[in-house]
């Protein structure tokens, strides 16, 4: 059946990381901490929670909010002070949105003209991580990466995380086409690839270190569209 959507995780798919902001964050959170971590320390602190997470999101279909991610850091880097939560949150939001992240491979830009011009509807469909539904769409607009995307499903918004039902499921809703006709690209796939084939959705493995976007118009013919 012939693709009329396409579906785009965002992190490593579209962007990635800036390495300042990692870098920064660290730093902010050495300063609030009473335990006298190293940067690297800390670094490890952030991953390891991160990790800790997305397994039992992908396990058990439990979503970890970013805020409760951030206390969860919070708490092995020995901050208590929940008081200072909200200030803490939004210091993390404010420097992603100083050290904004990066396009993987710009030409992503010229591939979803294409797709537009031939009538393909797209959409992202993201699991947030540490920064919510509501930084991200900042984000990408600041990176001139969300006007091009019809919407947006971000899984703390909708309380629920690929690979599962609820954040397919509206992803369906929102193409409005069948599941068949709908493509989703990421780059995990215990998340993105084994979720979409579930749920009836055709998908495509990203690879961020070989960028591979032109496999979403040779692989499923939508360069003869």
């Known amino acids: 059946m012939k693709i009329k959507h396409v579906s785009f995780d965002i992190w490593n798919t579209l962007l990635r990381s ?30 390891d929670v991160g990790h800790y997470c997305d397994r039992i999101e992908i396990a058990d279909d439990v979503l970890f909010t970013p805020r409760q991610r951030l206390l969860m850091i919070m708490s092995k880097l020995g901050i208590e ?7 803490h949150f ?16 710009e030409s992503i830009r010229e591939k979803l003209l294409k797709l537009q011009s031939t009538g393909i ?12 539904g509501n930084i991200m769409r900042q984000l990408l607009d600041r990176v001139d990466m969300f006007k091009q995307f019809s919407f947006a499903v ?7 995380c690929k690979p599962h039902a609820r954040i397919f499921n509206k992803l ?3 193409a409005g086409v069948c599941p068949e006709e709908i493509l989703h690209v990421g780059d995990s796939y215990d998340a993105d690839i084994a979720g979409a084939t579930k749920f009836g959705l055709k998908s495509l493995l990203f690879t961020p270190k070989t960028p591979n976007y032109d496999d979403i118009f040779t692989n499923f013919g939508l360069d003869r569209a």
């Open 18 to 47: 800036n390495p300042f902001f990692h870098e920064e964050r660290a730093k902010y959170f050495q300063q609030i901490s009473p335990n006298n971590l190293r940067i690297n320390e800390i670094h490890t602190i952030v991953k």
């Open 81 to 87: 002070s929940d008081e200072l939560l909200v200030e």
């Open 90 to 105: 939004n210091q993390v939001d404010a420097l992603a949105k100083f050290h904004l992240p990066i396009v993987i491979d």
């Open 121 to 132: 509807g797209l959409s992202l469909t993201s699991n947030t991580g540490n920064l919510g």
């Open 154 to 160: 971000f899984s703390d918004e909708i309380g629920g």
């Open 172 to 174: 369906i809703s929102g």
